[in-house]
C-alpha cells in the first residue's frame, strides 16, 4: 500500500527565515509526486509535479526537490502569504489516484 | 481553485436523509475524482470517473455510497441515508486525463451531519 509521511506537522518561521519541508514516501512505481498548497476553507491548489530522482522545480519562492525515497520543498525567505498547509501527494504508474500525507501547517510570522 | 466548480459549499442533513454533492470539472478536463478529508485526517481519494464511466471506485464505501459522470451535466457523489461519520469535506478534482496530468480541485463542499 502505497505511503506518505510528512514532517514536521507543523513549522513556524518568521519572515525571512528559509527551511525545508520533508515528504517521505512508499509507492509501488512512482508515476509522480505532487505538491499543492491548501488555505483554510479552500481546495488545494496544485504547485509542482516531479516524475524523477533528482528532478528540481521552482516557483516564486519555492522549490522542490525528489529522491527515490523522499521530496523536499525548500521556503526561501518565506513571507507570511506563504502561510498555509503543505501537502504531498504521491501517483502510482498504475494508476490515477493521488494517496496524500497529512500535510505541513506553516506559518510565517511578519 | 478557478475551474473546478462545487456546489453546495455547505450542506446540512439530519441522519437518514440523502446528500447530493456535484462538480463542474475544468473547461477542456474530461476526468473526474472524488476525495473526502475527515476531521484531523488527511485527503482520501474515492472514486476516478470518465464521461458515463467508472474507472477506480476502489477508496468508495461499499454502500450508501455512488458516484457518476453523465454524459450531459456535472459529476455527482450521492450519499443515502446519511450517518454522523459521513459529516466530512468532499473535494472534486479534475484533468485532462492521459499520463502526467495534474489533478486540481475545487473548494469542496462540507458536509455535516445533524
Not at chain 2, 456535472?74 to 479534475?94: E, K, M
Request: proline share 6%; with cysteine.
Amino acid at each position: 500500500e502505497d505511503q506518505v509521511t510528512q514532517s514536521p506537522e507543523a513549522l513556524r518561521l518568521q519572515e525571512g527565515e528559509s527551511s525545508s519541508l520533508n515528504c517521505s514516501y512508499t509507492v509501488s512505481g512512482l508515476r509522480g509526486l505532487f505538491w499543492y498548497r491548501q488555505d483554510p476553507g479552500k481546495g488545494p491548489e496544485f504547485l509542482f509535479t516531479l516524475y524523477s530522482a533528482g528532478e528540481e522545480k521552482e516557483k516564486e519562492r519555492l522549490k522542490a526537490t525528489l529522491t527515490k525515497k523522499e521530496s523536499f520543498l525548500h521556503i526561501t525567505a518565506p513571507k507570511p502569504e506563504d502561510s498555509a498547509t503543505y501537502l504531498c501527494a504521491v501517483q502510482q504508474a498504475s494508476g490515477s489516484r493521488l494517496t496524500f500525507g497529512e500535510g505541513t501547517q506553516l506559518t510565517v510570522n511578519p | 481553485n478557478a475551474g473546478v466548480m462545487q456546489n453546495p459549499r455547505h450542506l446540512v442533513r439530519r441522519r437518514g436523509q440523502e446528500a447530493r454533492l456535484r462538480c463542474s470539472p475544468m473547461k477542456g478536463h474530461s476526468h473526474v475524482y472524488w476525495y473526502r478529508q475527515l476531521p484531523e485526517e488527511g485527503l482520501k481519494f474515492m472514486v476516478y470517473l470518465q464521461k458515463e464511466n467508472i474507472i477506480d471506485e476502489s477508496g468508495m464505501p461499499k454502500e450508501r455510497f455512488s458516484a457518476e459522470f453523465p454524459k450531459e451535466g456535472p459529476s455527482i457523489l450521492r450519499i443515502q441515508q446519511v450517518v454522523r461519520g459521513d459529516s466530512a469535506a468532499y473535494f472534486c478534482a479534475s484533468s485532462r486525463g492521459g499520463t502526467n496530468q495534474p489533478q486540481h480541485f475545487g473548494d469542496g463542499t462540507r458536509l455535516s451531519i445533524l
